[in-house]
């Protein structure tokens, strides 16, 4: 999945994706993806470094506040309705779609990729805590979008695994064995 997310927003030092990132935060080693050596962390903590500036600075945007320490303020009540907005106006399939509607002349691809990156990166996130904490149920909720990215991806072998893994739980398995 980390190297399916490398390979589609990758980009070049010229536009705004990972390689653009890499230079700016003088990461060594990111330019080309291998399964050798450091490139799993590294790529991991750059994927979650991204992540919280963009999260940072889409706070600060949506409640038009100048710096993130002014939210400290804010009601828990509060902080959850606006944490709810910043995922559904701008790290969401359906801010995808709603952007995707737009007329020609007021469509901008680079929101478009920005809320597209947002989205995965967290679900990313999302998966990768989910294994580390060992919460079964929320890695078995990432398997049909992984599908689908491993198919747009044209990685077969994983669509083969994910699919298989599909069936055995929802068709074949019994509890136990789930």
């Given at each position: 999945l980390?190297?399916?997310?490398?390979?589609q927003?990758?980009?070049s030092?010229?536009?705004?994706g990972l390689?653009?990132a890499?230079d700016?935060l003088?990461?060594k080693?990111?330019n080309?993806a291998?399964?050798?050596g450091q490139f799993?962390h590294?790529?991991?903590?750059?994927l979650y470094h991204?992540a919280e500036a963009?999260?940072?600075?889409?706070?600060?945007?949506?409640?038009?506040?100048?710096d993130?320490?002014?939210?400290r303020s804010r009601?828990?009540?509060?902080?959850h309705?606006l944490?709810?907005?910043?995922v559904?106006?701008h790290?969401?399939?359906?801010a995808?779609r709603k952007l995707?509607?737009?007329p020609?002349?007021?469509?901008?691809?680079l929101?478009q990729?920005s809320v597209?990156f947002?989205r995965?990166?967290?679900g990313y996130?999302?998966?990768?805590?989910?294994?580390?904490?060992?919460?079964?149920g929320?890695?078995?909720?990432h398997?049909?979008?992984?599908?689908?990215?491993f198919i747009?991806g044209k990685n077969s072998?994983?669509?083969?695994?994910?699919?298989?893994?599909?069936?055995g739980?929802?068709?074949?398995?019994?509890?136990?064995i789930?």
């Amino acid at each position: 999945l980390e190297h399916n997310l490398f390979k589609q927003y990758k980009g070049s030092r010229y536009s705004f994706g990972l390689v653009h990132a890499i230079d700016v935060l003088r990461r060594k080693g990111l330019n080309a993806a291998t399964v050798k050596g450091q490139f799993h962390h590294n790529l991991e903590e750059l994927l979650y470094h991204i992540a919280e500036a963009r999260i940072r600075d889409l706070w600060c945007v949506v409640v038009g506040v100048e710096d993130i320490a002014e939210l400290r303020s804010r009601q828990p009540g509060e902080l959850h309705r606006l944490a709810s907005k910043i995922v559904q106006e701008h790290a969401s399939s359906m801010a995808l779609r709603k952007l995707s509607r737009l007329p020609v002349n007021e469509l901008d691809a680079l929101r478009q990729q920005s809320v597209q990156f947002t989205r995965d990166v967290l679900g990313y996130i999302d998966l990768n805590e989910a294994m580390k904490s060992g919460d079964i149920g929320r890695m078995e909720l990432h398997l049909p979008r992984m599908l689908f990215r491993f198919i747009a991806g044209k990685n077969s072998n994983y669509v083969n695994e994910v699919l298989h893994l599909l069936h055995g739980l929802h068709r074949e398995w019994t509890p136990e064995i789930k």
